[in-house]
């Protein structure tokens, strides 16, 4: 059975073994783009649901990034009421309608990935602070690394160097701004 195959191999045509290869590479390629697409974000959805949280519905691709859009246009082209200091209805109308509807601690979707609110100073500082590697950095494309290759893409290392170079530029005596008297 296998010297059978071989034999079929070397009498096969390089134009089908080329058409073979294309074949298996799209059949690769549809694989892939179906568990970036839609089999990791379901899994993420479970676990977030899992935890307690709740969300918005996974939209194939887009996530919630058209809703957005949207809602940003609307909420822009109404002005404010005078005197109103309520602004996260105009600068974030996604996030305030998602809260409203899930709670404080919630997710929205940027393409195939959640984004989670949290609203706690206490989490966001555990977050933030990322002393035991818990929560990454996103890794940033080729594109992304050019235009921007700063502290915030810097791990390990290379961070806490340039964190120590950018430290004294933060400190209280310099960040404070002047008061002048009349």
């Known amino acids: ?5 071989l034999q079929m191999l070397g009498e096969a ?11 298996m590479a799209l059949l690769w390629l549809a694989a892939w783009i179906a568990e970036w697409a839609w089999w990791t974000p379901r899994r993420l959805r479970r676990a977030l649901q899992a935890q307690g949280l709740r969300g918005t ?6 996530g919630d990034v058209p809703e957005n859009a ?6 822009r ?3 404010l009421p005078l005197g109103s ?4 209805q105009r600068v974030q109308p996604m996030f305030s309608n998602v809260i409203k ?3 404080k601690f919630s997710f929205t979707w940027f393409g195939p990935t959640p984004r989670v609110m949290i609203p706690d100073p206490e989490l966001v500082r555990e977050v933030l602070s990322n002393k035991f590697g818990h929560y990454g950095k996103q890794k940033s494309s080729r594109l992304g690394k050019l235009l921007a290759n700063g502290l915030a893409n810097h791990q390990g290392e290379k961070w806490a160097k340039h964190r120590r170079i950018l430290n004294p ?4 005596e310099k960040i404070k701004v002047p008061t002048y008297k009349k």
């Open 77 to 79: 082209s109404k002005p």
């Open 57 to 62: 519905q996974y939209r194939l691709f887009t």
């Open 13 to 23: 045509s390089p134009w089908s073994l080329a058409g073979a290869a294309a074949a």
């Open 169 to 172: 530029a933060f400190h209280n």
């Open 1 to 5: 059975m296998a010297t059978r195959a």
């Open 85 to 88: 200091h309520d602004i996260i």
């Open 70 to 75: 949207r809602l940003n246009r609307e909420a």
């Open 101 to 103: 509807e899930n709670g």
